[in-house]
């Protein structure tokens, strides 16, 4: 039962990895859902989350640009 | 023998201190090495406050009066890499040395002899520096961004600069490994990343940046050598390269290191504020969120250095955007000092004014940095003297100031005595008022259209130019009197009690005597 918990905890690590890089791009974190991060994410989860986050990033604001001068 | 010896022999060795001269050349102490980073680094900052004293002697009147425009050049250049690689950085290498394996509770850094190669390369290449003066041709000319075509046209000057940034990259890249390392691998049990004081997470990101981007500052270089010396064309268009991609290839480099040169700074105050508002740091997690933020969003921005250099209206909107992103983690970290003030019951030592000073200037430096950002303004005021302005709104009243907050609230741990209050406040008050009157008015040159660079200028400049060369004279003479508060506080300051800031809660005043002793932290404390 417990190890089936923790499986369900792994499968909705992708939302939220990727809430723990937006926030971090923002640079603002409740303590709590901190907590539950450091408690639940690996850090490799993260390098990687992030790295995509950064690569999102600049495709986000290049398409901004497109559409400012298109 | 060895074996049978072992005990015996090990704890003989650690009480063996070689003296003299000796003591430094050999030492693999942290906190040795890092007092020779921090005396290092003062001597460049006084160097190199003397070439800027050069400077504006020379701009305090209209006309060429002390300076040729040749020696004017090498002196703006070398004041720029003197600050830059020989004062700033090494200061907060020396603060790293000190301060990180006390703060996480370690006995000593990581790989400690490769710690005392970084320090001792730093000679050599500060030997190289200052000497490029008296060869032919003399010092480096181009500005300390060293853009062809004047550095592939420089003489020797340029290649002993060269050789200069290598060996000082190499340090740096030696030292940000020996500080990742340490922090990743040598925390007290129980000093999680998330407990790490915020100085120790703010050198863990920066040392990765130096990580990244130094060796592509060394890659820079050997390119311009080998367009020097070698034959190639990297940079030389006639020979089919462009001299515009070596600033794309330097700024990539140039400004995660602005962020270099600040992030130990956040940390620094992250530091003074909370003791003295006696009160937590406010929202410890989104400060270490905003400085991977920064830093992160730091090597995204680099173009928004060279808007004029010729780029297509997408390019100028990307970096113009990016860059102005910045100022949001920013803004979260400086929200958060003030919080973290907010109903504290604040005292006002000199640790305390100097990181105040910080917020209030920095902010400013900050904002015209937003303004520099935005391409139609930066197209004005790019080579004027409002960017002077606004990048030593962000370095000395930034990195300088901090590292003042830094030194004044550890040296009762470092040396066991504390300084001198009233001289401290003196020393705060006096960098504050001509700090300002040196640069506050430069904004005013800029914007009136004052190219940087120049050592003549037209008579509708004379006014702000005295003014800023009066505070110029006024800052440089103030830091002699910091120098004089700190060797009498060595000498002969009153002995510091054990904990003199009631409200510091790190490790180095919590489990240590002061001063710290020589070895420390033998055995890790337990965090709870």
């Known amino acids: 039962m417990s190890n089936d918990t923790v499986e369900k905890q792994k499968v909705a690590t992708v939302w939220q990895v990727a809430k723990a890089v937006m926030f971090a791009f923002m640079g603002i974190r409740k303590k709590s859902d901190l907590e539950n991060d450091a408690a639940t994410l690996k850090p490799t989860q993260l390098i990687v989350g992030g790295i995509i986050g950064g690569i999102l990033f600049v495709i986000s604001i290049m398409l901004l640009v497109r559409l400012v001068v298109s | 023998m060895a074996a049978v010896h072992g005990d015996a022999h090990g704890h003989e060795h650690d009480d063996h201190h070689p003296s003299g001269i000796m003591r430094w050349i050999t030492t693999t102490n942290h906190k040795d090495i890092g007092t020779m980073y921090l005396w290092f680094s003062f001597a460049?900052?006084?160097?190199?406050?003397?070439?800027?004293?050069?400077?504006?002697?020379?701009?305090?009147?209209?006309?060429?009066?002390?300076?040729?425009?040749?020696?004017?050049?090498?002196?703006?250049?070398?004041?720029?890499?003197?600050?830059?690689?020989?004062?700033?950085?090494?200061?907060?290498?020396?603060?790293?040395?000190?301060?990180?394996?006390?703060?996480?509770?370690?006995?000593?850094?990581?790989?400690?002899?490769?710690?005392?190669?970084?320090?001792?390369?730093?000679?050599?290449?500060?030997?190289?520096?200052?000497?490029?003066?008296?060869?032919?041709?003399?010092?480096?000319?181009?500005?300390?961004?060293?853009?062809?075509?004047?550095?592939?046209?420089?003489?020797?000057?340029?290649?002993?600069?060269?050789?200069?940034?290598?060996?000082?990259?190499?340090?740096?890249?030696?030292?940000?490994?020996?500080?990742?390392?340490?922090?990743?691998?040598?925390?007290?049990?129980?000093?999680?990343l998330m407990k790490m004081p915020m100085f120790v997470w703010t050198w863990l990101i920066t040392a990765y940046l130096l990580v990244l981007v130094m060796p592509v500052l060394a890659g820079t270089v050997t390119m311009l050598l080998t367009d020097r010396h070698f034959g190639t064309s990297f940079f030389n268009a006639a020979g089919g390269g462009d001299p515009v991609m070596f600033q794309h290839i330097f700024w990539f480099f140039g400004h995660p290191e602005v962020y270099i040169m600040i992030l130990p700074s956040f940390g620094i105050v992250s530091e003074v504020i909370p003791t003295f508002s006696r009160k937590p740091l406010f929202g410890y997690s989104s400060m270490v969120y905003a400085t991977a933020s920064i830093a992160i969003l730091s090597c995204v921005v680099w173009a928004h250095h060279m808007f004029t250099a010729g780029m297509p209206t997408v390019g100028q909107l990307f970096f113009m955007y990016a860059t102005m992103l910045i100022a949001v983690p920013t803004g979260v970290k400086v929200f958060n000092w003030t919080a973290t003030m907010w109903r504290g019951s604040m005292t006002f030592e000199t640790p305390m004014l100097f990181a105040i000073g910080f917020i209030f200037l920095f902010v400013i430096g900050g904002f015209s940095g937003v303004i520099c950002a935005i391409v139609p303004i930066d197209i004005q005021v790019q080579d004027t003297y409002y960017v002077i302005a606004h990048f030593h709104y962000v370095l000395v009243s930034g990195s300088l100031f901090a590292l003042f907050a830094g030194a004044y609230y550890w040296i009762p741990k470092w040396t066991g005595r504390m300084y001198n209050e009233t001289l401290g406040k003196t020393h705060f008050w006096l960098s504050m008022f001509f700090f300002n009157l040196t640069f506050f008015v430069q904004h005013f040159l800029g914007l009136a259209g004052m190219p940087r660079r120049i050592p003549d200028y037209n008579l509708q400049f004379a006014d702000f130019n005295m003014i800023s060369s009066i505070g110029a004279f006024g800052f440089g003479l103030t830091q002699l009197l910091f120098l004089y508060v700190m060797i009498n506080c060595i000498r002969s300051g009153e002995k510091a009690p054990q904990k003199p800031w009631d409200g510091a809660t790190t490790l180095e005043w919590t489990h240590l005597p002061t001063p710290a002793p020589y070895h420390s932290f033998e055995k890790p404390p337990v965090v709870q």
């Open chain 2, 44 to 192: 460049m900052f006084l160097t190199g406050g003397t070439l800027a004293l050069g400077i504006r002697a020379e701009l305090f009147q209209p006309g060429i009066q002390i300076l040729q425009p040749e020696l004017f050049n090498q002196f703006t250049t070398l004041h720029g890499l003197i600050m830059v690689f020989g004062a700033i950085m090494p200061a907060f290498v020396g603060f790293a040395n000190w301060q990180v394996p006390l703060m996480i509770g370690a006995p000593d850094m990581a790989f400690a002899r490769m710690n005392n190669w970084s320090f001792w390369l730093l000679i050599p290449a500060a030997t190289l520096l200052v000497s490029s003066f008296f060869v032919p041709g003399g010092a480096a000319a181009g500005g300390w961004t060293f853009y062809p075509p004047l550095s592939t046209q420089g003489g020797l000057g340029v290649d002993l600069m060269i050789f200069a940034v290598h060996i000082l990259g190499a340090s740096s890249i030696m030292g940000s490994i020996n500080i990742i390392t340490t922090i990743l691998n040598m925390r007290a049990p129980g000093m999680t």
